[in-house]
Structures are given as structure tokens and as C-alpha cells.
């Protein structure tokens, strides 16, 4: 014979054990519907399109004819003097960089490399480099090209390395500051003498040969 009371207790208990087996479950609906949506959200984001840049866009599109500042005066890495008005009727490549550059400089190098072995026969550009530091010889030059280059540019090429008085006043007229000076960019000049498209290093190669066919056939 139970005590007096304990089948209110043991009713109760048993209500109370229900009950908590009805919260868990609700519970457990809850935390699984919650977990469902998470993970059908997850999905969701997970299974959409990925948007991707195309590689225009990142570097600038192609720019309208842009007049050029005057790059004359300058001498190169043979002792020869240069101008840019001298290369009209051909597409000319300018940078401006460092011989004693180890960073982004060797590898925009290379980068025109490739960019000249790509390009259909019969376009062959000039290039111009331009030093970004004052005091730069033939011999620094000689040293970047034997260091950094495995295949070399197409013959008449130009590195301009002084005077250093005019070279300070191309980085101004182009847009170059003097400390740090702007470099490991790559103009695209059509053979009117019109700045066509800007492109950052490490270039896109094949946008690049894309570029300078279409303008040296306008």
C-alpha cells in the first residue's frame, strides 16, 4: 500500500517528466529547424554563381586617346639620346622602373617578354623604360637583364637613365612623384602618339597583346 500522497506525487512526477519530454522535443524541432535553415542557407549562398572580374575591368579599360606629356632629352643605357616624338608611326611600350629593383620590376620585365614573344609577326614595339632613381648606369642595366631576364627583349629597345636633372622633370610631367617614384606600370602609346591603356604589373600578357594589336592596326 502506497503512502498516503504518493500517487499525487508520482501523477505529478510523470506530468513533469512529459512535460520536459515535450520541451525537448520542441526543442530539438527547434535547434533542427534552426540547423535546417543555417544549412539551407549555407547551401544556398554556397551553390550561387560566382561573380568573376574580368580581367579588364580589374586593370582599367581601354583608355580614348589620351595626349602624351613630352619624354625628350634623356639619354639610354648606350649613351644615345631619345625622344618619344622620334617613335611616331610605331606602338611604343613605356615603364618606368629601377635596374636595381628586385621586386615587381624583374617581373614586369619578364612580363614584356612574354608580351613581345605573343604578339602575331610583323608588331614589334618600341620600348622605353625610364629609371625611377637618379644615379643609375649601363652596367645596372647590363646586371637586371643578365639577372632577371631568361629570354631577352626584342632588339631596339631603351632604358633612359640620365641626365638626372631631366629625368626629374619627366617623373613630374608624368605624373611620377620623386619619393618613392610611381613605378611597375606599363603605357600602351598607338603610333599617333596617343596613350591608349595602363596596365599595373603583373600584367594580364594576353590583354596586353591584345592591346597593341589593335592599336598598331588603326
Known amino acids: 500500500m502506497k503512502p498516503p500522497g504518493s500517487l499525487g506525487a508520482i501523477t505529478r512526477s510523470k506530468r513533469g517528466q512529459a512535460l520536459l ?11 533542427g529547424a534552426l540547423m535546417s535553415l543555417t544549412m539551407h542557407t549555407r547551401a544556398t549562398t554556397t551553390s550561387a554563381p560566382l561573380e568573376i572580374t574580368p580581367s579588364a575591368n580589374i586593370i582599367g579599360a581601354s583608355l580614348a586617346r ?5 619624354l625628350t632629352g634623356l639619354v639610354d643605357q648606350n649613351g644615345n639620346s631619345v625622344s618619344l616624338a622620334d617613335e611616331r608611326g610605331h606602338v611604343v611600350l613605356l615603364a ?3 635596374p636595381l629593383c628586385v621586386n615587381l620590376c624583374p617581373v614586369l620585365g619578364r612580363d614584356i617578354v ?15 623604360i625610364v629609371s625611377v632613381m637618379p644615379d643609375r648606369t649601363s652596367a645596372d642595366v647590363t646586371q637586371f637583364i643578365s639577372t632577371n631576364l631568361t629570354a631577352k627583349w626584342s632588339p631596339g629597345w631603351h632604358w633612359l637613365i640620365g641626365p638626372d636633372a631631366t629625368l626629374k622633370i ?6 611620377e612623384p620623386l619619393e618613392p617614384p610611381k613605378t611597375n606600370y606599363l ?3 598607338d603610333p599617333q602618339g596617343s596613350l591608349r591603356v595602363i596596365y599595373p604589373a603583373p600584367l594580364f600578357v594576353n590583354d596586353v597583346v ?4 589593335v592599336v598598331s592596326h588603326e
Not at 589620351?66 to 613630352?70: D, V, W
Not at 619627366?170 to 605624373?175: C, Q, S
Open 210 to 213: 591584345h592591346a597593341v594589336t
Open 187 to 189: 603605357d600602351v602609346i
Open 66 to 70: 589620351q595626349p602624351t606629356p613630352p
Open 21 to 31: 519530454v515535450v520541451l525537448a522535443l520542441a526543442g530539438g524541432l527547434g535547434i
Open 114 to 128: 612574354a608580351v613581345e614573344q605573343a604578339l602575331p609577326k610583323g608588331i614589334k614595339p618600341v620600348l622605353l
Open 170 to 175: 619627366t617623373w613630374l610631367k608624368w605624373g
Open 96 to 98: 618606368f622602373m629601377d
